[in-house]
Nanobody, 117 residues
Framework: QVQLVESGGGLVQPGGSLRLSCIAS????????MGWYRQAPGKQRELVAI???????NYADSVKGRFTISRDNAKNTVSLQMNSLKPEDTAVYFC???????????WGQGIQVTVSS
């Protein structure tokens, strides 16, 4: 199965920026739909952003214009640039991969993002 490892989380003040990265172990990374999800305490996990194998992107309305998802197929990496962060962005963020051939899904371990003054 695909192994996903996130990095780049931490504590940031409102209005600040963070960049999350996720590296995948798979040699067929370019065939994956990649996504970032987040889950706040007591709430359901929600989709933040996705990027297709072809590079098309979609964003949750709550982050549109502030977050940017990108991928680097040469490095088997997907990133989430988060700007103008708000306290409501505080959550555990999870990297997700879906194999376009088999639809098998893998999840990273999750990484904490805290936006607070």
């Amino acid at each position: 199965q695909v192994q996903l490892v996130e990095s780049g989380g931490g504590l940031v003040q409102p209005g600040g920026s963070l960049r999350l990265s996720c590296i995948a172990s798979s040699s067929i990374f370019s065939m994956f739909f990649m996504g970032w999800y987040r889950q706040a305490p007591g709430k359901q996990r929600e989709l933040v952003a996705i990027i297709t194998p072809g590079g098309s992107t979609n964003y949750a309305d709550s982050v549109k214009g502030r977050f940017t998802i990108s991928r680097d197929n040469a490095k088997n990496t997907v990133s989430l640039q988060m700007n103008s962060l708000k306290p409501e962005d505080t959550a555990v963020y999870f990297c997700n991969a879906r194999d376009s051939r088999t639809s098998i899904t893998a999840w990273g371990q999750g990484i904490q993002v805290t936006v607070s003054s």
